[in-house]
Each structure stands twice: as structure tokens, then as C-alpha cells.
């Protein structure tokens, strides 16, 4: 798996965005997909996961009913839908491959294998 982000960009307060997540690798299908993100001075943080079925979603609470992801196994890719941005909503956004089948263990950063290099998004207000 070789996890590669991108879509990240300025965007104002209100605004959306869509990321992608491709896997040169092209094994994607085979795993369970997330995205995470990072702001600086802080951790990183859970924000979408679906397993390689597509059967579920997971979402963080403060992106709930805002961010939609989704994936296309066909063309090994996953992409998070953002909407409604918020200025803390800015942070470096990461995707995220792993192994686990599903369930709330994908909301957890330890669970993923891959990682790929980060889009930065930067909401202004």
C-alpha cells in the first residue's frame, strides 16, 4: 500500500473540499480506509473511517452531518467529502489504511498500517 492525499487548499469559512486518497500500491481494496488530521501544536485525530466493504461509516463527532467518506475499490481510491468548513477545521489531513476489519477500533490511530504524506487545508474565516 503507497498512500497518496491530495485536494487540500484555502478555502473560506462555509466553503468545501474534497481529498483524495490514491494507493499506487493498488492492494486499497483489501483494507479498511480512514482519514485523520493533524492541527498544529496538537495530536492527531480520528476523523472518517470506512472498512473495505463499504458497508459503514465512522465519523467524529464535530464532523458529523459535514463530511461524507466514501471510496472506489475499482480505481484503489477513498476521498473525504467536506462541507460547511470551519476555520477549526484547518489542519494537515492524512489518509489511512489498515487491517482491522471494522467496527470502532478504525477510530483509532494505533489501528492503521499505512499512512500517506498529508494535504494541508486551511479554512479562513
Known amino acids: 500500500v503507497q498512500l497518496q492525499a491530495s485536494g487540500g487548499g484555502l478555502v473560506q469559512a462555509g466553503g468545501s473540499l474534497r481529498l483524495s486518497c490514491a494507493d499506487s500500491?493498488?492492494?486499497?481494496?483489501?483494507?479498511?480506509t480512514g482519514w485523520f488530521r493533524q492541527a498544529p501544536g496538537k495530536e492527531r485525530e480520528f476523523v472518517a473511517a470506512?472498512?473495505?466493504?463499504?458497508?459503514?461509516?465512522y465519523y467524529a463527532d464535530g464532523v458529523k452531518g459535514r463530511f461524507t467518506i466514501s471510496r472506489d475499490n475499482a480505481k484503489n481510491m477513498v476521498y473525504l467529502q467536506m462541507n460547511s468548513l470551519k476555520p477549526e477545521d484547518t489542519a494537515v489531513y492524512y489518509c489511512?489504511?489498515?487491517?482491522?476489519?471494522?467496527?470502532?477500533?478504525?477510530?483509532?490511530?494505533?489501528?492503521?498500517?499505512?499512512w500517506g504524506q498529508g494535504t494541508q487545508v486551511t479554512v479562513s474565516s
Open positions: 470506512m472498512p473495505w466493504s463499504g458497508s459503514s461509516t
Open positions: 489511512a489504511a489498515s487491517s482491522t476489519w471494522g467496527g470502532a477500533a478504525l477510530m483509532r490511530r494505533p489501528n492503521y498500517d499505512y
Open positions: 500500491g493498488r492492494t486499497f481494496s483489501r483494507y479498511a
